[in-house]
């Protein structure tokens, strides 16, 4: 099992910048790939960045050259690095975790974190 806890949500002006973290209960060595998502009102939760146990990344087109995905392994921590935000950005952000066993898929889901872009 996993559990994440996310932080470093809050409220900016568009054009803004802001870093997410993503704490996990062990090793991210250990698990197969991370990821944010985020979901806003009235709309389905959608990828926004992914990195892979062997450092590879994915990105929402919508957020491709703004976001940047990485980890720091000593402490477990994956980060969203949110720059030139917009308001279109604004979002519950979760961290997601999945681990692959016997070719299952384990996923597993941090609280969330509110982000707020508006002027």
């Known amino acids: 099992q996993v559990q994440l806890v996310e932080s470093g949500g809050g409220l900016v002006q568009p054009g803004g910048s802001l870093r997410v973290s993503c704490l996990a209960s062990?090793?991210?060595?250990?698990?197969?790939?991370m990821g944010w998502y985020r979901q806003a009102p009235g709309r389905q939760r959608e990828l926004v960045a992914v990195?892979?146990?062997?450092?590879?990344?994915n990105y929402a087109d919508s957020v491709k050259g703004r976001f940047t995905i990485f980890r720091d392994n000593a402490k477990n921590t994956v980060y969203l690095q949110m720059n030139s935000l917009k308001p279109e950005d604004t979002a519950v952000y979760y961290c997601?975790?999945?681990?692959?066993?016997?070719?299952?898929?384990?996923?597993?889901w941090g609280q969330g974190t509110q982000v707020t872009v508006s002027s």
């Open positions: 997601h975790a999945q681990l692959l066993l016997s070719a299952i898929s384990y996923d597993y």
């Open positions: 062990r090793s991210i060595f250990s698990i197969d790939a």
């Open positions: 990195i892979t146990r062997g450092g590879s990344t």
